[in-house]
């Protein structure tokens, strides 16, 4: 007679939780404590843009045909989405680590409505700054792990909470340019 099926669940390659736990302890010693991110971006003709970030590879920018690039690579904004679900998955799997869940499976599909009627501000329509850039941002996740569907549930509550990125995007930055 054949044996039943064995479900197998491979998980995710997980954090160093120790680390995580001093991280979290240096952050409650001095909550005032900040960084400092740091992005250097050339303008290489027509709408693409590289960004440079420490030691890596540029980050590369342009537009679609439509908004006059050569989409090439992803646009602005959903550079600005890639980093709130980059973000948001690793809250979650801080958040489960520190919670010792084990994840299986995390996504995040993002998107966003944007609005730029103005052009960029090169003879568009006349709006104010609250009019212009994402009017709505919509996140789905999709976890799975060693834990029950709320346990999960709240893990994502709690990641979103506390994502530095999603908090940029829902609350006012002081916000500075200057030409050199």
């Not at 030691?55 to 590369?60: A, K, M």
């Not at 850039?133 to 996740?141: L, S």
Request: with cysteine; glycine share 10%; hydrophobic share 40%.
């Amino acid at each position: 007679m054949n044996a039943p099926a064995e479900t197998i669940t491979t998980y995710l390659k997980p954090i160093d939780r120790d680390g995580l736990l001093k991280f979290a302890a240096s952050g409650k010693e001095n909550p005032e404590r900040k960084g400092t991110n740091k992005v250097h971006t050339v303008m290489k003709g027509m709408f693409r843009t590289w960004s440079f970030v420490g030691e890596h590879n540029p980050v590369v920018v342009d537009e679609p045909l439509h908004l006059f690039g050569e989409n090439t690579v992803p646009a602005p904004g959903e550079i600005a989405l890639s980093a709130l679900g980059g973000c948001l998955g690793v809250g979650i799997t801080a958040v489960a680590t520190f919670r010792q869940v084990k994840l299986s499976r995390l996504e995040i599909f993002l998107e966003a409505d944007i609005g730029n009627t103005a052009a960029w501000g090169a003879g568009g329509a006349e709006r104010s700054p609250a009019q212009m850039g994402f009017q709505a941002i919509r996140v789905k996740v999709l976890v799975e792990g060693d834990a029950t569907r709320e346990e999960l549930d709240d893990i994502v509550k709690q990641a979103n909470y506390c994502s530095p990125v999603a908090n940029t995007m829902r609350n006012p930055v002081p916000f500075s340019l200057a030409t050199l």
